[in-house]
């Protein structure tokens, strides 16, 4: 076609122009090039484009996942993670920390009120802000991708982690049964004791106490030493609360426990002034550390870390902050000591961090695979290496501490109001929490905050009705 388009046009300007024919040459040379580069250009766009410019499609990129997450202690790790996984995969994973967790709680609430969120993030909150997110459609259910292959992502992970992240039929929140977070570590609540200190006191470092008689009998004679008792964050009021509910547990088993939250057991009942008098018993007997009503967690956690304590009351994400504030001390861990012999120990525990999929997200297929893969043993095990949490998945174990595997035998044990049936009222709780710092601080006794719960939980069961 070429060649034809050429003769032609010599033969026009031969007999029209009578151009010389050294010119003519120049001309045919000049053709050839442009032929030769328009060709080359042709298949350049075609190996640029690849297979998506027959569909009228731009270039493709590589795919991109973006997390947020609070986690400063565990964002060196993630990042290696990501970039382990980019490596594998081809898919970049950019992790963006905020800090501390009261900005990124406020980021989360803000960017999903604007569709903004990304595709994975964590939800920090009480099971009714979990739910609301899902009903409005932040959140998928990894429900599916949990059961496949009969099951083979949900059963590597801790039951009672995944309780935290699962909704049951008919729950009292409305949203569709199933489960819609994966969660990447556990935590359990529970008491530790310094080693050293109870040598000190002539106590036996490897027998810590296991009833309240013992327990009362320790802090007896570290008080003859000159050691405190006691230490914990009770500044921050949920850990009153959780101490308090797992004592009522003990005491009175959780079904009245549940019972009271729904207003057919009143907080004047014998039982629960038992659980009081336990924290007036505690503070009439010099059990506790000083100050310990206005105490943040940081700074119970720093008395320990510095032996200015024999007890402390703190979760298990303590293994790595007493490492890096004193990595020579030695500590056992113990459940909170038994009141009634007749019932089990509970303590609060669970999912301690957990990661959600954004249901809107374009790569909400890829950011599924991300967390399969970020929960599996290999990756859980480099986590508890490297961050000294207690991994989700009880295939990886084998590879923690002693102190962390000590602390994987409570999850038997753990419960949560996150899967309670039925949970307290806001004011309620507040009143209940401050209720027990005026008893420790002798401001009021078990018996009147008994009284005054009773009458306050009526009140709001009535504005609720």
């Keep these: 076609m070429f060649k034809f388009q050429l003769s032609k046009f010599k033969s026009q300007i031969n007999s029209n122009l009578k151009f010389p024919n050294k010119l003519l040459n120049y ?12 060709i080359l250009s042709f298949v350049v766009l075609l190996n640029g484009c690849g297979s998506k410019c027959a569909t009228g499609t731009s270039p493709s990129k590589a795919k991109k996942i973006v997390v947020w997450h ?12 990501a970039k382990q996984y980019e490596a594998r995969t081809g898919i970049e994973v950019a992790l963006e920390l905020y800090a501390p967790s ?13 569709l903004a969120l990304p595709d994975i ?7 009714r802000d979990f739910a609301a997110f899902i009903k409005a459609g932040h959140v998928a259910s990894l429900t599916e991708e949990m059961n496949a292959d009969f099951g083979a992502w949900k059963n590597m992970l801790f039951e009672k982690a995944l309780a935290v992240n699962e909704f049951k039929e008919n729950n009292e929140y409305g949203v569709t049964a199933g489960i819609y977070g994966a969660p990447i570590d556990v935590m359990n609540i529970q008491m530790l004791y310094n080693k050293a200190l109870f ?3 002539g106590l036996d470092p490897e027998k810590p106490p296991v009833d309240w008689e013992s327990f009362v009998d320790a802090c007896t004679k570290l008080n003859a030493a000159g050691i405190q008792g006691l230490v914990s964050g009770w500044g921050e009021v949920w850990m009153i609360d959780c101490l308090a509910s797992n004592f009522a547990f003990n005491v009175m088993g959780p079904e ?7 207003g057919e057991v009143p907080y004047s009942d014998s039982q629960w002034i038992k659980v009081f008098s336990l924290f007036k018993e505690m503070a009439d007997k010099k059990m506790l550390a000083s100050g310990i009503v206005t105490m943040v967690n940081k700074s119970a956690e720093q008395s320990f870390a510095n032996e200015r304590a024999a007890f402390a ?9 007493y490492h890096g504030m004193n990595p020579g001390l030695d500590y056992g861990v113990m459940l909170p000591p038994k009141i009634n012999p007749s019932n089990p120990v509970y303590i609060w525990g669970g999912a301690g961090s957990s990661f959600l999929v954004n249901d809107r997200s374009s790569v909400k297929s890829e950011a599924i695979e991300f967390l399969k893969w970020l929960t599996s043993p290999e990756q859980q095990a480099f986590l508890a290496e490297k961050t000294r949490n207690l991994p989700s998945n009880k295939k990886a174990l084998a590879k923690i501490s002693a102190l962390l595997a000590d602390f994987s035998k409570g999850m038997e044990n753990v419960t949560h109001p996150n899967v309670w049936p039925v949970n307290e009222l806001p004011k309620v709780i507040e009143r209940f929490d401050k209720g027990i710092q005026s008893i420790i601080i002798g401001e009021k006794t078990p018996e009147e905050l008994g009284a005054e719960l009773t009458k306050l939980k009526a009140d709001e069961m009535a504005k609720k009705k």
């Design 256 to 262: 009245k426990v549940f019972a009271t939250l729904r």
């Design 313 to 321: 009351f703190n979760g298990s994400w303590c293994v790595n902050v």
């Design 27 to 38: 001309l045919k040379f000049g053709f050839c090039h442009l032929f030769v580069i328009w």
């Design 70 to 81: 609070w986690m400063t202690d565990r964002d060196e790790a993630f990042q290696e993670l």
């Design 199 to 201: 040598k000190k006191a």
């Design 121 to 127: 993030f964590g939800l920090l909150g009480e099971k």
């Design 102 to 114: 009261d900005a990124y709680s406020q980021k989360v609430r803000a960017s999903a009120q604007a």
